[in-house]
């Protein structure tokens, strides 16, 4: 252990033992130490007003008894007996320039009356300038020693020793809720020293630190820090097992959205450790600004962030197109605020509606002459797709086509489809509903050089519904167990507000037809990243090597139709555009003939509720598709179970007539 780290322990020992002590004790050590000071201060006075060490020492001891009595006596009249030396204030400081003042009267009546002679005028001032910077400084000193160690308060390390670590160390020692020990930084220039009182101490010894003093959190005050470098220092402050908190980010901060002092959870980004690249402004404003813009599933989690993010570049006008009432009141509120907040010039129109009826969509594009549409609406959790494959597909093909069709009919000229990473070789419903929505767009594109037609696909976004991270938080949070599906299960993740980006910006490169794939960066092991998230809320894992820990692990298996891992391209013929993050696949695609006669035909199975026809007309159109071994639509296996029930009654009924008997009761 370094000689630093040694001189905290010894000091923790002494300040165990003195915040131990009853507050009698304490006020008497108080009293006795300035008596002590006071009695230093006037000799000191002497000394520096006639340059001679000894020149004090000849004074009349009655002299330096009644000044440091009659300091001590104001001090206690000022209250600052009363004060916690760890929490003194402004008021502190006026008790000891108040006793230093009476001290400094009583010095020059005693010396006139009991040693009948004047006090220099030099003597007076020292000895006042003397009391007041001894007194306080022996009440910093102890202030300073005693506060890292407050009982109280929880203990923790500031893990960044720059501007936010320290304006986050002034604003913590204002309270009683956090008591800062030390400071953990990585540049050498700053080891081993003092800022703000609190020691400054490497990387290294953050383990040793921890145990010694019982540190319950870790403060990440780095917000000017890359995604890379924060994701490093995580993997490494991660296995120590203590809860780790952040600042806000330095845009928030120096925006004003927020305090340095606003500690905020771990944001699960700082993980992937991927830094966003700057969007391209051109390539946003291109389809937005000054234009008439639609987003449908406008209250959804991506369709809501398009939003936000639209909102900025101030088009002409934003039409949220939604189906779900609360979900468009919310979002229409949110913007709305937004747009007053900051003064935009932007029209919005909330809008109830089906994407399903092309005739309602056709009608919205032309009321409010909509030029760009963000088609968002669609169906996204694998097992609820998988277990409802009428409506699926409904909502995915379907309103993708008739959107679509309403875009053409009305001379729109872009339209943009959020897709996904689940449609490259789909092994379920959901996957190969949306395979399939892009290749409709595609043939369409076909029909058409008015509108630009592109698709967007991108894996997981992190908090977004359905996405495995807020179910992590929630589950430890509630102590566990943690669900994950197999422990080699991976997906690719991004930020809800990075993806947004790049949707829009990839909308302005699309030529028509376009298959836009995003740079997701690695994929990421589910099972590591909910150890990672449990280990930096400050708790253990619970498995055969630690049955003590907090929380454990509950494998559940895949579900049905899930993958085990996730892909971007189906093949490798992919090109790059004009932006690094975004990427052009080329697919095959058939002709609209050919699309719009499979079209027809998954109609009418879908009106007879016809999954196993649904199922492979699906797989006719989407050549990639695998599908699962069996048929998992709710409806369809309770309509399959009675029917099986139903021939078994039969039969049952029909011997029973043959042997002359009364047939058994149906089964309720």
Request: proline share 4%; hydrophobic share 45%; charged share 20%.
């Amino acid at each position: 252990m370094r000689p630093y780290l040694r001189s905290i322990q010894l000091r923790s020992r002494v300040v165990g033992v003195i915040v131990g002590w009853p507050r009698a004790v304490k006020r008497t050590v108080m009293v006795v130490a300035d008596l002590l000071i006071v009695s230093a201060a006037l000799w000191a006075a002497y000394a520096v007003r006639f340059d001679s060490i000894s020149e004090g020492l000849g004074r009349n001891p009655w002299i330096y008894l009644g000044v440091a009595v009659a300091g001590s006596m104001t001090f206690a009249a000022c209250g600052l007996y009363r004060s916690v030396v760890r929490y003194m204030g402004h008021r502190a400081v006026l008790a000891v320039v108040a006793g230093a003042i009476v001290s400094a009267m009583v010095l020059s009546l005693l010396a006139a009356t009991v040693a009948l002679r004047q006090v220099p005028i030099g003597v007076a001032i020292n000895f006042f300038m003397l009391t007041t910077l001894f007194v306080g400084a022996a009440r910093f000193l102890a202030r300073w020693i005693l506060t890292p160690f407050d009982q109280a308060g929880v203990r923790v390390v500031i893990y960044g020793a720059g501007e936010a670590g320290a304006r986050l160390a002034v604003a913590l020692s204002a309270g009683q809720q956090y008591v800062p020990v030390a400071y953990v930084d990585e540049k050498r220039a700053l080891q081993g020293t003092i800022v703000n009182g609190v020691r400054v101490v490497a990387p290294a010894d953050l383990p040793a630190l921890l145990s010694e003093f019982a540190v319950k959190r870790i403060l990440l005050a780095i917000p000017s820090a890359s995604k890379a470098r924060k994701a490093a220092i995580l993997a490494r402050i991660g296995k120590l097992g203590v809860h780790v908190q952040s600042v806000p980010d330095l845009d928030d901060i120096v925006n004003g959205r927020a305090r340095v002092d606003e500690l905020r959870e771990l944001d699960v980004a700082d993980l992937l450790g991927r830094d966003p690249v700057p969007p391209d402004r051109a390539l946003l404003d291109a389809c937005i600004r000054g234009k008439s813009v639609m987003v449908t599933g406008a209250g959804g989690s991506i369709g809501s962030e398009l939003c936000r993010q639209i909102i900025k570049l101030q088009p002409r006008t934003l039409v949220l197109f939604e189906i779900s009432e609360l979900a468009l009141y919310n979002i229409e509120r949110e913007l709305a605020a937004e747009v007053r907040r900051e003064g935009l010039h932007v029209t919005l129109r909330a809008l109830l509606g089906n994407a399903h009826h092309k005739y309602r969509v056709r009608e919205v594009i032309q009321a409010f002459d909509v030029q760009t549409i963000y088609h968002t609406a669609a169906y996204k959790h694998v097992p609820i797709v998988e277990q409802n494959i009428i409506e699926g597909i409904h909502n995915n093909v379907f309103s993708t086509w008739y959107a679509a069709e309403a875009a053409l009919e009305t001379g729109v000229e872009s339209f943009v489809l959020i897709s996904t990473d689940k449609a490259v070789n789909p092994t379920n419903v959901m996957g190969a509903s949306k395979r399939l929505a892009e290749i409709v767009l595609q043939s369409l594109q076909t029909r058409t050089t008015t509108t630009r037609m592109c698709m967007v696909r991108f894996g997981n976004v992190l908090a977004s519904s359905g996405s495995v991270v807020p179910l992590f938080q929630e589950q430890i949070r509630a102590g566990g167990p943690i669900t994950v599906t197999h422990p080699e299960v991976r997906r690719y993740f991004m930020t809800i507000t990075e993806a947004a980006q790049l949707v829009l910006q990839a909308g302005s490169i699309g030529r028509g037809g376009d298959v836009f794939v995003l740079n997701m960066g690695k994929s990421v092991l589910i099972d590591e990243l909910a150890r990672r998230m449990v280990a930096l809320a400050g708790l253990a894992m619970r498995d055969e090597k630690n049955p003590d820990g907090d929380i454990e692990i509950h494998y559940t298996g895949l579900r049905p139709a899930e993958k085990l891992f996730e892909e971007l391209l189906i093949g490798s013929n992919v090109t790059g555009t004009d932006h690094p993050m975004i990427l052009r696949a080329i697919e095959h695609c058939p002709g609209w003939d050919e699309i719009s006669a499979l079209l027809s035909a998954l109609s009418m199975a879908m009106n007879r509720s016809d999954c196993r026809e649904a199922i492979s007309l699906l797989e006719q159109g989407v050549e990639e598709y695998t599908r699962a071994p069996a048929i998992h639509d709710i409806v369809w296996e309770k309509r399959a179970f009675e029917g099986a029930a139903a021939e078994a009654d039969g039969k049952v009924t029909e011997l029973a007539a043959r042997r002359g008997r009364k047939p058994p009761p149906l089964a309720s």
